[in-house]
């Protein structure tokens, strides 16, 4: 690089320097100065670029197409991106490959999707996105009330720029790679504007909520691009519209505890699962079988006018309702086979082959080089700004320069190592994100074991009675120890024998498997007369109302009683039975929690 020439004059501040087509680097600290500057006039864009890396913005060649009206500022991505983004407000710096256009007005500083960042993933990419930065300029002329000096836009886009925000009608052309900004063709007067999924439903990716070809009618602001469609929604189903009784539904998982999870069924909707209803096994945990963002499928019951959900004996056969649009005219929002982890996902680019090294040594060399590329470039600033700012001989330019290209040289070491480093850290996510739908896949298969009861044996018995005291019979010889069979046996007992009511078996005739097998373990410790267990279930008296003190429900010299089956579950089960005069049991009904008759 040849010696600069001695200057007669300290250059002038940025805002009065003589518009030139060239790209400008300074100390990111006075870029972030000029672009907070409440008295800049002029539109500013800022590219950067990591070294080393072949997919970049040609920042000379966007400053030649933008023209004198604009000013094009280059930075490194690395230390000089992070000092910057503590410099900036948040959401509006630039790091990696990327470029950001920064109307003079202040608007971006509180709406960051008003500076629109362009983030290439390939070479055609690039070139799109240059497209885009002339889109983005020529919307900060209404701003800058300077469009003369403008570079030509196309005449389509020179269509769609008008004064002031209009009602219009446009069509869904694509959307970008994390599905948070979806670009519409404007269909009177052609020209383009963007969707950013912030003004529609934050953390929900656009190509959940709309597709490509979709015609949707909203306002276009030509001020700085966007197509404002939030009206469309506005608008929310009820819950009983959708779903009817019975049927199966998709829900996404929102938070996980070990005895519940939270399911969402839209935006704004949402209803909590107990584990009973996830698993029939009474030790699990929900958050051994759920993962917070998996779409998963629910069956829909009401009970009492109440939404009551379960998760238990679902085939994987069986119908499920789509899920609903979140705006009109929009695909189903929710599907089975959306990956959990893609909400805003960035785009993965294949690492460089490199020597593998452990996470110790990963962790160790990026903080080592990170602290020594921010150093080497400190220096290179330091270097850069003493030519800048002082008229050095040809000898000191020389020493100067000499010493410049070593720093420099040195600098592309250590970015080089820097990249080895972050490569391995970007493979080491992608080995995490991996592990982590591995485990989701896992969970599937353990939560489907769990719901699910294996199919049920053949009848033993013709005569349903017959069937359901041989079923009590085996539950009582699996659930009973046998050191304690002799004190708690069946048949015969302190309260006598125990018989069915009328109304009993077709109570439980319905009932899936596993809760079948709860009200057999129920009875088996009520019959049994198992005195823990039995405790467990709280058996009290059937009362005639609902007063603390209203006399228990009777037949004759029979009393009423109830107790658990289910607890802290919605639509819990209740069994009823007749404590006998003589001192047996009739066992009454199997019913829902706010079912009190006997």
């Known amino acids: 690089m040849p ?37 800049r006039d002029r539109t500013a864009v800022v590219i950067s670029h990591k070294r080393q890396d072949p997919l970049h913005f040609d920042a000379d060649r966007i400053a030649g197409i933008l023209g004198d009206a604009v000013d094009v500022f280059e930075v490194v991505d690395g230390a000089d991106t992070r000092a910057f983004e503590k410099l900036m407000p948040a959401q509006t710096h630039v790091f990696g490959v990327a470029a950001r256009v920064y109307a003079p007005d202040a608007s971006w500083q509180t709406h960051p999707h008003r500076s629109v960042l362009r983030l290439p993933h390939t070479a055609e990419d690039v070139e799109r996105l240059t497209e885009k930065l002339r889109h983005d300029v020529s919307a900060t002329a209404w701003h800058a009330q300077d469009t003369a000096a403008l570079p030509v836009i196309r005449p389509d886009a020179t269509r769609a720029t008008a004064r002031g925000p209009a009602r219009v009608t446009a069509s869904v052309k694509e959307f970008n790679a994390n599905g948070t900004t979806a670009v519409v063709v404007l269909v009177d007067g052609g020209g383009s504007a963007e969707i950013h999924a912030d003004d529609l439903f934050p953390s929900i990716p656009l190509d959940w909520i709309l597709s490509v070809g979709q015609v949707l009618t909203g306002t276009h602001n030509p001020a700085d691009g966007t197509f404002d469609v939030s009206a469309l929604a506005h608008g929310r189903p009820t819950f009983t519209a959708v779903y009817r009784d019975g049927q199966l539904a998709l829900a996404r998982v929102v938070a996980v505890r070990p005895a519940e999870a939270r399911l969402q069924f839209w935006p704004g909707t949402e209803f909590t699962i107990g584990i009973g209803q996830i698993s029939s096994n009474e030790l699990d945990s929900a958050q051994d079988l759920l993962t917070e963002g998996e779409v998963v499928c629910v069956r829909v019951q009401y009970v009492a006018g109440e939404v009551a959900l379960s998760m238990l004996d679902v085939d994987d056969d069986e119908p499920v309702v789509p899920a609903p649009a979140l705006v009109p005219g929009g695909p ?76 420099r040289s040195k600098n592309d070491d250590l970015a080089r190592l820097y990249n080895d480093a972050v490569h391995r850290v970007d493979e080491l996510k992608r080995e995490l994100a991996s592990s982590k739908s591995t485990i989701v896949d896992l969970r599937k298969k353990r939560r489907t074991a769990s719901s ?62 596993p809760r079948r097998a709860k009200v057999l373990r129920a009875v088996v410790d009520l019959v049994a007369n198992r005195d ?38 919605p639509a819990a089960l209740r069994l009823h039975y007749w404590k006998l005069k003589d001192g047996g049991i009739e066992l009454s009904r199997v019913v829902l929690h706010d079912d009190l008759k006997p």
Request: hydrophobic share 45%.
């Open 3 to 39: 010696a600069r020439k001695r200057r007669k004059a300290p250059a002038a501040p940025i805002t009065s320097v003589a518009p030139v087509a060239r790209v400008r680097r300074i100390p990111v600290a006075d870029l972030a100065a000029h672009l907070l500057d409440p008295g």
């Open 332 to 407: 189903p929002w929710l599907a089975l086979d959306r990956p959990y982890a893609s909400l805003f996902a960035p785009a993965a680019r294949r690492p460089d082959p490199a020597p593998v090294l452990s996470a110790a040594e990963r962790k160790t060399a990026l903080q080592t080089t990170q602290r020594q590329l921010a150093t080497a470039q400190q220096a290179i600033a330091a270097l850069q700004l003493q030519l800048d700012k002082r008229g050095a001989t040809d000898e000191v330019a020389a020493a100067l320069q000499r010493q410049l290209e070593a720093e």
């Open 452 to 513: 699910r009861s294996d199919a049920a044996p053949a009848p033993a018995f013709t005569d349903p009675a017959d069937q359901f005291r041989h079923e009590v019979y085996l539950a009582w010889a699996d659930q009973v120890p046998a050191v304690d069979k002799d004190a708690e046996t069946l048949g015969v007992h302190a309260l006598g024998n125990y018989s069915l009511g009328d109304g009993f078996l077709s109570s439980i005739a319905a009932l899936p498997a």
């Open 532 to 569: 823990g267990p039995l405790h467990n279930r709280e058996p009290h008296w059937l009362r005639q109302n609902e007063g603390a003190h209203a006399p228990a429900v009777q037949r004759g010299g029979d009393v009423c009683w109830r107790l658990y089956v289910e607890q802290k579950a």
